[in-house]
């Protein structure tokens, strides 16, 4: 397979923000892409993975209870969105399933392979990291929101729902 649908996908990521050209290239052969069928699991509730992965275009649910009657979307990621980062960092276990709605293409960076590269190229690592750490403190800061927008609301209804 050529490296140009990995370089492509690579380029259309967040991680393009933080990364040059040659350091794509590089990062590339540390890549692999991912297809999804709609119902495909990517990763299953309560197991942990050593992958990055990146939504290259398609759409993931974050389900919790996949495919039993109880079954909750908790939220839908979409193109460009990272997916299972701090698993990725620290090896903690999903919460929820994450499972393609419709065909997905991912692509996939194992954490083994990115620490193999911070002999040879810091930078890169550093900067997959500065991507990483943006994107959870864009999911803190949604909670945060959220949380007030919701404290706000049960305060002015004075309890009631």
Do not use: C, W
Not at 30 to 57: F, K
Not at 145 to 151: C, R
Request: hydrophobic share 40%.
């Amino acid at each position: 397979m050529s490296d140009q649908p990995v370089l492509e996908a690579l380029r259309g990521s967040r991680l393009a923000t933080e990364l040059s050209d040659d350091h794509l290239r590089v990062l590339a052969h540390s890549v692999v892409l991912r297809d999804l069928q709609p119902g495909e699991v990517l990763l299953p509730e309560g197991t942990s993975d050593n992958h990055l992965y990146v939504i290259v275009n398609g759409s993931l649910g974050v389900i919790k209870n996949a495919g039993e009657a109880d079954a909750v979307t908790l939220f839908s990621l979409t193109s460009g969105d990272l997916v299972g980062e701090l698993s990725f960092i620290d090896g903690t276990r999903h919460y929820a399933s994450l499972v393609a709605s419709v065909p997905t293409r991912v692509f996939g960076i194992e954490r083994e392979k990115l620490e193999a590269l911070l002999p040879t190229h810091p930078d890169i690592v550093y900067r997959v990291m500065r991507v990483i750490i943006r994107t959870a403190h864009e999911v803190q800061r949604r909670i945060s929101m959220q949380s007030t927008e919701l404290v706000n609301y049960v305060y002015k209804q004075h309890g009631r729902y």
